[in-house]
């Protein structure tokens, strides 16, 4: 299976400050179809998680610009350019390009404000 | 709006069965895969299995630690996916998410329900 390894584990960001975080995958993400199967996912206390970005770089529905997502391959980012309150819980990264075995996450970042 | 509702959760022996709902709106559910998810207390997500649609012969998909023990099935007249667990371990204990497969892969949850499983 493909493991997922995200850094840090934990950041804590002054309100309007930017934050990154890494996710690495032990395999390529590359299909042969042209596309990478990285997504980005962010869980908010005592809720279930949500679509942040889909295959590497793309915002999903309703999702502020102020949340980007990069890296091909192996490597790749999340970055959001100034943190606010509301951007506070864990965020997964998560790749699904085979299936079997099947999607496999990160250990998850947790985002908390200083 | 999308929405997942799961149900049926809560306490059962190391052993036993249960069988989890997800009843889904606000979408065509039988255009869609589904998965189910899970999330161990304080712990991080877990892929558990999928359902394909109709277009896909309802085809199947399970993660390895659940396979044979776990069967996806879903009801699209009833716009409901199903999670039939059995042999359940303490291991299985877990918030059970219910998501919907979109053209952007997983990309709605439900709030989930939680399965306990203990002596």
């Known amino acids: 299976d493909i493991v997922m390894t995200q850094t840090p584990l934990s950041l804590s960001v002054t309100p309007g400050q930017p934050a990154s975080i890494s996710c690495k995958s032990s395999?390529?993400?590359?299909?042969?179809?042209?596309?990478?199967?990285l997504y980005w996912y962010l869980q908010k206390p005592g809720q279930p998680p949500q679509l942040l970005i889909y295959?590497?770089?793309n915002r999903f529905s309703g999702v502020p610009d102020r949340f980007s997502g990069s890296g091909s391959g192996t490597d790749f980012t999340l970055k959001i350019s100034r943190v606010e309150a509301e951007d506070v819980g864990v965020y997964y990264c998560?790749?699904?390009?085979?299936?079997?075995?099947?999607?496999?996450f990160g250990q998850g970042t947790k985002l908390e404000i200083k | 709006e999308v929405q997942l509702v799961e149900s049926g959760g809560g306490l059962v022996q190391p052993g036993g069965s249960l069988r989890l709902s997800c009843a889904a709106s606000g979408f065509t559910f039988s255009d869609h895969y589904m998965d189910w998810v899970r999330q161990a207390p304080g712990k991080g997500l877990e892929w558990v299995g999928r359902t394909r649609n109709k277009a896909n012969s309802y085809t199947t998909e399970y993660a390895a630690s659940v396979k044979g023990r776990f069967t996806i099935s879903r009801d699209d007249s009833k716009n409901s996916l199903y999670l039939q667990m059995n042999s359940l371990k303490t291991e299985d204990t877990a918030v059970y998410y219910c998501?919907?497969?979109?053209?952007?892969?997983?990309?709605?949850w439900g709030q989930g329900t939680l399965v306990t499983v203990s002596s």
């Open positions: 998501a919907r497969v979109g053209r952007y892969d997983i990309d709605y």
């Open positions: 395999q390529s993400l590359l299909h042969s179809d042209g596309k990478t199967y």
């Open positions: 998560m790749q699904s390009i085979q299936l079997p075995p099947g999607p496999t």
């Open positions: 295959e590497v770089s």
